[in-house]
């Protein structure tokens, strides 16, 4: 079985809201699908912080030479199953966190592990903005945060793509008091949150009551919002992080493994995740979209060109989006 398709690939380690770093180019999926694996054609896409930072450079987890493929948030439709395949069938409306399988372009293979069938309310460009972030938001407060039904909670970055989601599933999951941080107070209350701080004006260590909340969830990064968090927690509460202080990596770790450390001994906790992509959890998101708890916010829209997602990486890296960035690929 032999398909030819667009992807757009990684060509350089450079600025992918500028020309040279990603090229869109012929590619060709050949052989069998593998027993547990789906092939989706691509309707919408989106990106993510660590799409740019891994072409960039400022992450290298990928070893594998350039050009190559990249991207994580999709949504499409199923148009062949492997045969170990139970779950899902050819023509399933489906979305995915399916980085790690080059999904950036109009055809990909994915474990079908990772996909699920996408909530049926939502077109393809509303559903391919919520996989990673919502998957993302969801284990940060459900899983590393252990937030329980009354739980008080401050989100750093509520109008972000994982912040977002995040004032959204606090209040699903119960929690009584959601506070975050953002300049775009309209969006964020209208996603829920009790109340919101204007950091450019005011910092919430300095607003709010110290050593009253139950869960801190850093979704931007900077030792400054970890000082800050700390001293918001009550001593029973949990920081949980996304990202680190802004620092290269080999001055980063060891700060994270210090603060990981003494957590165990003193209090509040510390916690910093890599996001599991997995179809359980995004059985959760859709629920809550279907319940009326959940809902995409997308702050622009743009075409499958080279010129489109150059845009797209440049909106992204610009730190002026309220929600995600989408691309559709095909109608």
């Known amino acids: 079985m032999t398909t030819t398709f667009k992807q757009s690939v990684h060509v350089a380690l450079s600025n992918p809201g500028e020309s040279g770093a990603l090229e869109i180019r012929d590619a060709t999926l050949s052989g069998d699908l593998k027993p547990n694996f789906v092939q989706i054609s691509t309707r919408a896409l989106s990106i993510n912080p660590v799409d740019y930072k891994m072409i960039t450079g400022e992450l290298n987890f990928n070893k594998k030479p350039l050009p190559r493929g990249f991207g994580s948030d999709v949504a499409g439709v199923v148009e062949a199953i492997g045969s170990d395949v139970t779950r ?35 077109s393809f460009s509303e559903a391919a903005a919520i996989p990673l972030a919502g998957l993302t938001a969801l284990q940060a407060l459900r899983d590393k945060g252990s937030m329980k039904s009354g739980a008080k909670v401050v989100i750093f970055g509520g109008s972000g793509g994982v912040g977002s989601f995040a004032i959204q599933i606090a209040k699903a999951l119960g929690a009584s008091e959601v506070v975050t941080t953002s300049t775009n107070e309209a969006l964020c209350k209208q996603l829920g949150a009790d109340r919101v701080i204007n950091y450019r004006n005011e910092s919430a260590s300095e607003v709010l009551q110290s050593s009253h909340y139950d869960l801190v969830f850093d979704t931007v990064g900077g030792y400054n919002h970890y000082e800050q968090g700390v001293k918001l927690l009550k001593s029973s509460g949990t920081y949980v992080t996304i990202v680190g202080d802004g620092v290269s990596l080999p001055k980063l770790i060891p700060r994270l493994l210090w603060r990981k450390f003494k957590s165990n001994f003193t209090s509040p906790g510390y916690q910093i995740f890599l996001t599991d992509s997995n179809s359980s959890d995004l059985d959760v998101l859709t629920q809550l979209v279907n319940e009326g708890k959940l809902k995409a916010s997308i702050d622009s829209t743009f075409q499958f060109t080279d010129e489109g997602v150059r845009e797209m990486f440049k909106k992204q890296m610009s730190g002026r989006t309220k929600g995600k960035n989408v691309m559709e690929v095909k109608k």
């Open 88 to 122: 899902l069938k050819v023509g399933d409306e489906v979305y995915s966190d399916a980085i790690g399988f080059t999904p950036f372009g109009e055809v990909f293979r994915v474990p079908e592990s990772k996909v699920s069938l996408k909530p049926q309310s939502l």
